[in-house]
């Protein structure tokens, strides 16, 4: 994305005619896909499908298919396929980012790289809590959700606190089949609390690397409520089966008028998409007692 004049974003590739605004070349767009993975767990861990027509599904099978040993010419077994079907929505996320005038027009400023950095930490975070905390109203529905989210694996027994034992519950909770690629999710708060936690002779429950906890990952993100009654703090699991459906890739459309007389301009930034948990019981989630 480069520009002759320094006030408007001159594009190598697609206008969007819906709006006036226009696409990423391909070079900005690789750079601010790796900004978005650096700012949301989503982007980097979740199963991400371009589905830019309006509708569309996805359908998933429930139905536990196994191989079986036969003898030479003896029956295969067939299993009738259970499907479920996911209805795609089409959210809006946009966002407005003003610069003065007179910095835009420094030549030796690159809006292209600031503009592509900027929409990306802002989208990003904005992504990430929706994808945890959405409710489906108007914005994708989260995987903290009641219904649709996560499986709860675990109650506490406090509204506060998380025990030793509860931890351990939750990780064998989780199936071995989603437990091999899983990742513990939780806010800092918790981490610190976790980071306490001691079993009956002494031992620390977190010990050895930093970002490991019983030997999976742990991802911090501060859009993840913390231990209060009835919150869902930790969330373990496999985040493949949270899919995030791309309508429409990141398009910037420049507001010259509308900031005019504060000479200022206006970068409007518009993204379409959806996210949805395909298989429930792929995450855990620890809630805390009512």
Not at 33 to 43: I, S, Y
Not at 108 to 118: E, P
Not at 139 to 158: C, F, I
């Amino acid at each position: 994305m480069k520009s002759n004049r320094a006030d408007d974003i001159s594009l190598n590739e697609g206008r969007n005619t819906s709006n006036g605004s226009y696409f990423l070349p391909s070079q900005s767009a690789e750079k601010y896909k790796a900004a978005l993975e650096k700012e949301n767990l989503f982007r980097r861990l979740s199963t991400i499908a371009n589905v830019p027509s309006s509708g569309g599904r996805i359908i998933t099978s429930d139905t536990p298919v196994d191989a079986a040993w036969i003898g030479e010419g003896g029956t295969v077994p067939e299993a009738e396929l259970a499907a479920t079907r996911f209805m795609l929505d089409e959210y809006k996320l946009a966002c407005i980012t003003m610069l003065d005038s007179d910095f835009v027009r420094d030549t030796g400023f690159d809006i292209s790289n600031y503009l592509t950095l900027d929409f990306a930490r802002i989208f990003g975070k904005a992504e990430e809590d929706a994808f945890l905390n959405g409710d489906g109203v108007d914005k994708p529905k989260g995987l903290l959700r009641a219904t649709a989210g996560a499986d709860v694996g675990v109650t506490a027994a406090s509204p506060t606190g998380i025990a030793f034992d509860e931890i351990q519950r939750l990780y064998f909770s989780l199936k071995p089949e989603y437990r091999s690629n899983a990742v513990w999710v939780m806010n800092d708060e918790t981490a610190l609390g976790l980071r306490d936690l001691k079993d009956s002779t002494g031992n620390f429950l977190w010990r050895g690397a930093a970002d490991t906890l019983l030997g999976k990952p742990v991802v911090i993100s501060n859009h993840m409520p913390s231990a209060a009654s009835g919150k869902k703090p930790l969330v373990f699991g496999d985040f493949k089966y949270y899919w995030i459906a791309q309508r429409e890739p990141l398009s910037i459309r420049a507001l010259h008028e509308k900031y005019l007389f504060a000479n200022k301009i206006g970068y409007l930034g518009i993204e379409r998409l959806d996210g949805c948990l395909i298989r429930s019981e792929a995450i855990k989630a620890l809630q805390m007692a009512e």
